[in-house]
């Protein structure tokens, strides 16, 4: 008997290559920089030529550290780098240097949301620091494959998760745990259009229930979150299919083609030993003491899983609030910042969430170029809860004019601007007056108990008033006076 689809599952393992935001690279002093002339930031240690010998940039191994930290892995103490064999001509030393049997880090974990929106331990097999290739550019030239090398030697982060994840929805919340993760370590920009975050995605599948893994396909050349999310729903299709029609499924490396959103085979995946690893005999092994990881764990910044923690159970704000204030480490840094000044932590979220979002939306910049500071933010809010203000007046006329004059105390706006409500009774009643006598017979209506119409003398006292009557005491004065 056939089984259906619904029978399977699969199961995902991710390596993840972040390339570092170093100023120069791995192992030699030419330029890291994306975007540069082809082949400009190339010594002859970037070209391989003999005889030259790679030195090792401090800074990869200081952000290997913070990574790991972040993500509670063991920082090993003593470690080497090793080459890894290959001929490709992207690779001029013919070796890539990369660790092997001693990788940085091991263990650890990443926390990503399942589809029921529950929190979800994803463990990681190991992070090791390598170098990148060059770059072989095959649709430039009608003819012939390009080489561009200022890639060579490119310090990269190389994440591997345990085959933990069970769906394509799960490795596209994991890379965007480990990109957001990144970003806020500032390691790496997490650009995957541009190559300085790339995932290559293992994929099986097997019958729900058994707990033996099938073989594994590795698919390569996804160049955003949403195409390793593609490429793994194919491939899983792909391979139920093959079950299904009991052909054998071949561990291959499978190339992901975006256009026709299909998985294409490569090559047989190449087992490790064809690429006769060796310990590095031009690098000195690591040795990292405890006080270098203390230092660099003081450093470390704010993580956003614990940032979402504070702000759902301390400051009681919502899963989605937390989570879209979180989600880039600018925001939630103004936010921290706001919340300085004011402990009113909803209206805080809501000024993000709404109408600096709207802005920073509308001209396609990040928040560091929003002008106005968090404390003017704070004054806003203030001067809303203290009734000087209504919500829409604050949004829709100070909040404009602040864009302008961003140093200017949001008070003084809503003055220049007339819309300070006004509460004190003394004019309320006068406003009110004014709205009985130029409407007696809604006024009589009201009498004879069509209460309803209290949203009409509202509106009345709103218009009398030029907007500035205070809607919470001119309603309950409002009442009074009707029902005297
Ligand atoms: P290889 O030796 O082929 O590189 P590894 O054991 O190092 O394989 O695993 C590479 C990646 O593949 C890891 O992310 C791991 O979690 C994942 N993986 C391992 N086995 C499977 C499997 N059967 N199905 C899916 N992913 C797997
Ligand atoms: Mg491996």
Known sequence: MRSSRDNYE???????????????KAYSEDIN???????????????????????????????????GLACDAQIAKN???????????????????????????TGGSIFIRDAEGNEKKIGLTRIHMEEDAGKSIHD????????????????????????????????????????????????????????????DANISVRLKGTSE????????????????????????????????????IDQETRSFDALKGITISMRSKEAANDYRYFPEPDLQ??????????????????LPRNLFIKYTEKFGLSDYDSLNITENKGVAMYFEELIQYTKNYKAAANWIMGEIKSYLNEWGVEISSFPIKPLQIA?????????????SAATQKVFPELLKKPNEEPISIAEELNVIQESDEHSMVGYIQSVISNNPSEVERYKNGEKQLIGFFMGQLMKVSNGKADPKSGNALLRKILEE
């Open 379 to 391: 004054k806003l809010i203030h001067i809303i809860e203290e009734g000087k203000i209504s919500n």
């Open 33 to 67: 920089e994306y975007g540069a002339l082809p082949n400009t930031n190339v010594s002859v240690v970037s070209l391989g030529h003999p005889g030259t010998l790679p030195v090792m940039n401090k800074k990869t191994l200081e952000f290997a550290i913070k990574l």
């Open 140 to 199: 430039v030239d009608i003819n012939d494959t390009l080489v561009d090398l200022n890639r060579a030697g490119v310090p990269l982060l190389e994440i591997v998760s345990e085959p933990d994840l069970r769906n394509a929805q799960e490795a596209y919340n994991y890379l965007s745990e480990i990109r957001k993760l990144v970003r806020y370590l500032e390691i790496c920009d997490g650009n995957m259009e541009e190559g300085s975050l790339r995932c």
């Open 10 to 24: 699969a199961v995902i393992g991710l390596e993840v290559h972040a390339q570092m935001l170093t100023n120069s």
């Open 285 to 302: 092994p690591i040795r990292i003491d405890e006080s270098q990881i203390n230092s660099i764990q003081k450093e470390m910044p704010e």
């Open 79 to 105: 470690h080497h780098f090793a080459r890894k064999n290959y001929f490709y001509p992207d690779l001029p030393k013919g070796y890539q240097i990369t660790q092997d049997q001693t990788p940085i880090c």
């Open 213 to 248: 893994f099938g073989t594994k396909v590795e698919v390569k050349n996804m160049n955003s979150i949403r195409n390793v999310q593609r490429a793994i729903e194919f491939e899983i299709d792909r391979q139920i299919n093959c079950v299904e029609h009991n052909e054998k």
